[in-house]
């Protein structure tokens, strides 16, 4: 089965940076668009970057433009989540999830379908 597991969330000091990992299993890794998403709490969940691996595209939203950066590891299995210059407004649950078609669409919530159980990310004033 797909399985997706996020680690490298954390309490930071605005201002600062984290890495997030995504290790995933049960699928060819390289086949299926792959994103990061976030959710604060009593807000919708929103897409932050995401991988269309057929489309070679790499894409942002305005919330992680100019500050995040996602990278892929094949060899790993593992896509990150470079966050820099964090700001409170960052903070929540980040997830990462996987398309289960093989073209990439949008970065979307609604085009995802396998996601992980999520790690929280904690920006302080």
């Known amino acids: 089965e797909v399985l997706l597991v996020e680690s490298g969330g954390g309490l930071v000091q605005a201002g600062g940076s984290l890495r997030l990992s995504c290790t995933a299993s049960?699928?060819?890794?390289?086949?299926?668009?792959i994103g990061w998403f976030r959710q604060a709490a009593g807000k919708e969940r929103e897409g932050l970057s995401c991988i269309g691996r057929r489309e070679n595209i790499t894409y942002y939203t305005d919330s992680a433009k100019g500050r995040f950066t996602i990278t892929s590891d094949s060899a790993k299995k593992t896509v990150y989540l470079q966050m820099n210059g964090l700001k409170p407004e960052d903070t929540g649950v980040y997830y990462c999830?996987?398309?289960?078609?093989?073209?990439?669409?949008?970065?979307?919530?609604?085009?995802?379908?396998?996601w992980g159980r999520g790690t929280q990310v904690t920006v302080s004033p």
């Open positions: 999830a996987i398309d289960g078609s093989y073209y990439f669409s949008s970065c979307s919530v609604d085009e995802f379908d396998y």
């Open positions: 049960g699928f060819t890794f390289d086949a299926y668009p």
